[in-house]
């Protein structure tokens, strides 16, 4: 059940992304947005390719190095992007700044009022298109980045590093 738990905190996480996509499109102009949406993407998706190739060597080395059994080791190796996780969810936010006009809280007590704004995300039927079109991509693209690796495994018997290597090549 633990490991249930923190295999959904992971992934849920990862829906920083879209967040992420918005942030970066509030503290550029338009001029430039398309090239900084583009940068903090691209880095998204070599993050799921470097964990692709990365992932498989950890495995190794801790089932290497400590003599652990596969079983075990898998489920050691994620906790590295746990941590990693939380480590950089703590730098953003006690280093990273809200908005391009400042910290959310003082804007907030001069007059900001987030239901106002909020109710303007709902009803934006641009914010409706954008979350189904995304979700359904992006669904895929988590459900290949998921079983790549293993599939190389099974279907070509690479070895896992290996695997990992070729999976990597696909984001």
């Known amino acids: 059940v633990g490991f249930i738990l923190a295999r959904f905190f992971i992934g849920f996480s990862l829906a920083t992304f879209v967040s ?29 390719g470097a964990t692709q190739l990365l992932m498989p060597l950890v495995f190794d080395l801790i089932r290497d190095g400590i003599g652990v059994t596969d079983f075990t080791a898998w489920r050691i190796a994620f906790f590295l992007p746990g941590v990693m996780h939380i480590v950089v969810g703590l730098a953003v936010l006690l280093l990273g700044q809200d908005l391009p006009d400042g910290q959310y809280q003082a804007l907030k007590n001069g007059g900001t009022n987030f239901f106002k704004a909020f109710q303007n ?12 079109t995304y979700g359904y991509c992006f669904g895929v693209e988590l459900t290949v980045d998921t079983i790549i690796a293993q599939y190389f495994y099974d279907r070509f018997n690479l070895r896992l590093q290996k695997a990992g290597t070729v999976a990597s090549t696909f984001g």
């Not at 995300?121 to 189904?132: G, K, L, P």
């Open 121 to 132: 995300a709902v009803t934006n039927y641009r914010m409706w298109v954008f979350a189904i």
């Open 20 to 48: 992420c996509q918005y942030w970066m499109s509030s503290f550029f102009s338009g001029k430039v947005v398309g090239t900084a949406n583009g940068i903090t993407a691209g880095w998204g998706n070599l993050g799921g």
